[in-house]
């Protein structure tokens, strides 16, 4: 318990099995992992079904691929087999992380954000639709997951991108998006009081972090399909790259200490997202193509702690 293993997500899937079972509900898996992650709500976290979907729906065959309808709903369940001679190990920090009131506000945070980034980019979109060039049907997005590279050109998703603000004030918010601001406050944190939530919300970082792990979501799978030696060394940069998202410091080279981690943040910054811009229109191509790719990028969420650090390589 409090290590970061989902244990509360487990007894919520054990007791779900065991009511399904004993009263003979007859609910797939797929179901049940829905009604698993709203039913976690209730613990004080507002988190998506991941934890349990990797319970109910995984196998010991190797990793599964599941695409949701956010927040809960499951879309797809694709298998992805690891490559004969691979293992993933999980190893115990022995750091636990209980969920008190503070953990979960900060915790909390990044969904809260979640939501407000979808109203930007909703919002830019709709004033911005002829100068993008898109039809009213491409400017009509339901989730965050809708802004993916299947849809639009990358250039456009960073143009996006930058219409989102880096931070804003829970005052802000509640000026800017009244209907939403009480509602997904009181989802989040259990409070509308301004003064009782984070000082300053990470939209953007928000923002680059959820469109660019549904890229590299993407692109794993084809990793795993492929399992050459190059393809799982690409599909461990992608998991480090997703790492670094969250990562609040790093140890040094020689491995003495670590220091505050502030490359996640760097790289939301407007003048990073107008390089990118300007790559992506320019034609870039191999290696600079490959580094300006969405997936590329670790946007910040910051739902770590400053124990979690990671290595130079």
């Known amino acids: 318990m409090g290590v970061g293993q989902s244990s509360s997500s487990a007894l919520v899937v054990v007791a779900a099995l065991a009511f399904n079972r004993l009263w003979g509900l007859g609910l797939e898996p ?4 829905s009604l698993c992650g709203e039913a976690e709500w209730y613990v004080g976290t507002r988190g998506g079904a991941g934890d349990h979907a990797a319970m109910l729906l995984g196998s010991d065959d190797g990793l599964m691929g599941i695409r949701f309808i956010p927040p809960i709903t499951v879309r797809e369940a694709r298998p992805m087999r690891l490559p004969p001679g691979y293992q993933i190990l999980i190893a115990n920090s022995s750091h636990r992380a209980i969920k008190n009131k503070e953990e979960r506000r900060l915790f909390n945070a990044g969904i809260f954000a979640y939501r407000f980034a979808l109203l ?11 100068e993008l060039g898109l039809s009213p049907e491409d400017a009509d997005i339901r989730f965050l997951a809708d802004v993916s590279i299947e849809r639009f050109a990358l250039s456009t998703i960073y143009r996006l991108l930058l219409a989102v603000p880096e931070t804003v004030s829970p005052r802000e918010l509640m000026v800017r998006y009244p209907k939403s601001y009480e509602p997904s406050a009181l989802a989040c944190f259990g409070t509308a009081d301004r003064e009782q939530l984070p000082a300053q919300i990470p939209i953007r970082g928000a923002a680059v972090y959820g469109l660019a792990r549904v890229d590299r979501g993407l692109a794993m799978h084809e990793l795993c399909a492929r399992g050459d030696d190059a393809a799982v060394t690409e599909f461990g940069r992608l998991m480090y790259i997703t790492h670094d998202g969250d990562r609040l410091s790093r140890f040094d080279r020689r491995w003495s200490q670590h220091a505050l981690y502030s490359s996640n943040r760097d790289s939301v910054a407007d003048s990073r997202l107008e390089e990118l811009l300007v790559a992506s229109l320019n034609g870039a191509h191999g290696e600079e193509l490959e580094a300006i790719q969405l997936r590329r990028q670790p946007g910040f969420y910051g739902a770590s702690i400053p124990n979690s650090t990671g290595s130079w390589t």
């Not at 797929?30 to 992992?33: G, L, R």
Request: no cysteine; charged share 25%.
């Open 120 to 130: 930007y980019l909703k919002e830019a979109m709709a004033t911005r639709r002829q």
């Open 30 to 33: 797929s179901h049940m992992t």
